[in-house]
Antibody
Framework: QITLRESGPTLVKPTQTLTLTCSLS??????????VGWIRQPPGKALEWLALIYGDDDKRYRPSLRSRITITKDTSKNRVVLTMTIMDPVDTATYYC???????????????WGQGTTVTVSS | EIVMTQSPATLSLSPGERATLSCRAS???????LSWYQQKPGQAPRLLIYGASTRATGVPARFSGSGSGTDFTLTISSLQPEDFAVYYC????????FGQGTKVDIK
């Protein structure tokens, strides 16, 4: 059974760097056919894709945030880390990580999601 | 950048009615990379449809997807009480983009 669980701070101050961890279970992020993405959702607003990393370490980023975000993986610890610099109150959102794989849910679709973690940016 | 536009923003219907949700791409895209999600308050999104028309595991048959090129549709044939939620389309074109969502609420 595939599960993902997000963890990280619930409150960060403006200009600080946010580091979120997605802990993976039930699969290995070790092939180009499997990926983990990060998606966020500001309160009352739509979903917004941020970044994705494949098992072969291929990385994709939201163009408008490319200068602020970094996605990495630690296969030995079964986790994916998202780092976002220069946090601003507009970055307040629920942050989700999600699984994608060509042989489950199809290419480009996120078939399994974590429960999300809420991050508030405030001084 | 491809923009995905969903319409309507809100759809007010009664249980048992048919719901038709639209997702339009700003240019022609591959249907292989178009998916639909359902999100209820306080919950993570749930994958309903991938490849524009393939139901995900465990998704009831009343949900169907169709479309190609720039126009895609999610249809719920007969709304059940648990179907009132927000629905998003998502496109993968080596960069992912969501539509802004359609809220299906009870009339």
């Amino acid at each position: 059974q595939i599960t993902l669980r997000e963890s990280g701070p619930t409150l960060v101050k403006p200009t600080q760097t946010l580091t979120l961890t997605c802990s993976l279970s039930g699969f290995s992020l070790s092939t180009s056919a499997v990926g983990v993405g990060w998606i966020r959702q500001p309160p009352g607003k739509a979903l917004e894709w941020l970044a994705l990393i494949y098992g072969d370490d291929d990385k994709r980023y939201r163009p408008s945030l490319r200068s602020r975000i970094t996605i990495t993986k630690d296969t030995s610890k079964n986790r994916v880390v998202l780092t976002m610099t220069i946090m601003d109150p507009v970055d307040t959102a629920t942050y989700y990580c999600a699984h994608t794989a060509y042989d489950s849910g199809g290419p480009g679709a996120f078939d399994i999601w974590g429960q999300g973690t809420t991050v508030t940016v405030s001084s | 950048e491809i923009v995905m536009t969903q319409s309507p923003a809100t759809l007010s219907l009664s249980p048992g009615e048919r719901a038709t949700l639209s997702c339009r791409a700003s240019r022609s895209v591959s249907s292989s990379f178009l998916s639909w999600y359902q999100q209820k308050p306080g919950q993570a999104p749930r994958l309903l449809i991938y490849g524009a028309s393939t139901r995900a595991t465990g998704v009831p048959a009343r949900f169907s997807g169709s479309g190609s090129g720039t126009d895609f549709t999610l249809t719920i044939s007969s709304l059940q009480p648990e179907d009132f939620a927000v629905y998003y389309c998502l496109l993968d074109y080596n960069s992912w983009t969501f539509g802004q969502g359609t809220k299906v609420d009870i009339k």
